[in-house]
Nanobody
Framework: QVRLMESGGGLVQAGESLTLSCAVS??????SGWYRQPQEKQRELVAR???????NYADSVVGRFSISRDNGKNTMYLHMNSLKPEDTAVYYC???????????????WGQGTQVTVSS
């Protein structure tokens, strides 16, 4: 079973930046992604990266968030800039499978890390 552990969440003010890290127990050259779930709202895919390095983002974070990974360290990152109060959520890192253009986070989830952005 793949194990994932996020770190780097916290409380920041609007406009500030934060980077989340996710240590993975196996190679992360497969597809991987970050989800978030605001309180009392549905979970959404924020960013994903495929095995060939192709990146995709939710419309709400384009130009502000960036996903990356360090294959040598089996660690993935979510760099978040110009944070807004609506970015407040629990953020989860995942690894999964890309079928066609669809990403399925079927191989593992982290426990989540809280990001709170104050106005």
């Amino acid at each position: 079973q793949v194990r994932l552990m996020e770190s780097g969440g916290g409380l920041v003010q609007a406009g500030e930046s934060l980077t989340l890290s996710c240590a993975v127990s196996t190679s992360i050259t497969i597809a991987s992604g970050w989800y978030r779930q605001p309180q009392e709202k549905q979970r959404e895919l924020v960013a994903r990266i495929t095995s060939d390095g192709t990146r995709n983002y939710a419309d709400s974070v384009v130009g502000r968030f960036s996903i990356s990974r360090d294959n040598g360290k089996n660690t993935m990152y979510l760099h978040m800039n110009s944070l807004k109060p609506e970015d407040t959520a629990v953020y989860y890192c995942t690894v999964g499978t890309l079928i066609g253009t669809d990403y399925y986070p079927n191989l593992g989830w982290g426990q989540g890390t809280q990001v709170t952005v104050s106005s």
